[in-house]
Structures are given as C-alpha cells and as structure tokens.
Nanobody, 124 residues
C-alpha cells in the first residue's frame, strides 16, 4: 500500500522558516502530482501548493505565493515545502497528498492517498 510520510514540522517564531518533507514509500507509485494541504483547528482543509511529478509545474494558493516553495527530488522520491517568513496564522497540521489529476487542484476531494500530517506551530 502506498504510504506518504511527512516530516519537518515543529515550533518556530514568526518570521522564521521550516522545510517539510514528504516521501513516498513505494517507488512504483506514479502520481501525476503531489501537494500540500493544511488544516487549522476548527477550519477546513486548505490547499497550499502542488507540483507535477514529471514536469515540475507548480501551483500555489495566493496567500502562500512568494513565501512557500514546493519542489521535488526524484532520487529520494520526496517532495519538499520550504516555508519562509512564517506567520502565526500559518499554524496548522500540514498534510502531504498525491493525485492523478490537477483539474481541481485546490479541492481536497481530488487528492489521495494522504499522509498522517506534521504539525507546524508559529509563535508570535
């Protein structure tokens, strides 16, 4: 079974940076794209960024453009999310996911499988 494992979350002060990683457990799994969502307590799951696995085309939520960067590394079967200039409102559980289509990339229902999530907490 395909598994996605996130890592890299933690506690950081406002203005700081974190890099999240998401590794696919099965090399034979060929997702069209991988991405990141986040969910804060009491809020809906929110699209953050996505990247096509082969071409490297990227997509971002407007509020993350210029601060977050998504990238992938073939040799490690890993997708990264570099987060800079973090704000307290970025505090959330960050999930990695894969998808075979980006037709509605901001819709969580279009994505799966999902990782377990990694917590990011930004203090003011």
């Amino acid at each position: 079974q395909v598994q996605l494992m996130e890592s890299g979350g933690g506690l950081v002060q406002a203005g700081g940076s974190l890099r999240l990683s998401c590794t696919k457990s099965r090399r034979t799994f060929s997702a069209y794209a991988m991405g990141w969502f986040r969910q804060a307590p009491g809020k809906e799951r929110e699209f953050v960024a996505a990247i096509t696995w082969s071409g490297g085309t990227t997509y971002y939520a407007d509020s993350m453009k210029g601060r977050f960067t998504i990238s992938r590394e073939f040799a490690k079967n890993t997708v990264y999310l570099q987060m800079n200039s973090l704000k307290p409102e970025d505090t959330a559980l960050y999930y990695c996911a894969a998808t075979q289509t980006l037709a509605r990339y901001s819709d969580p229902m279009q994505w799966g499988p999902w990782g377990q999530g990694t917590q990011v907490t930004v203090s003011s």
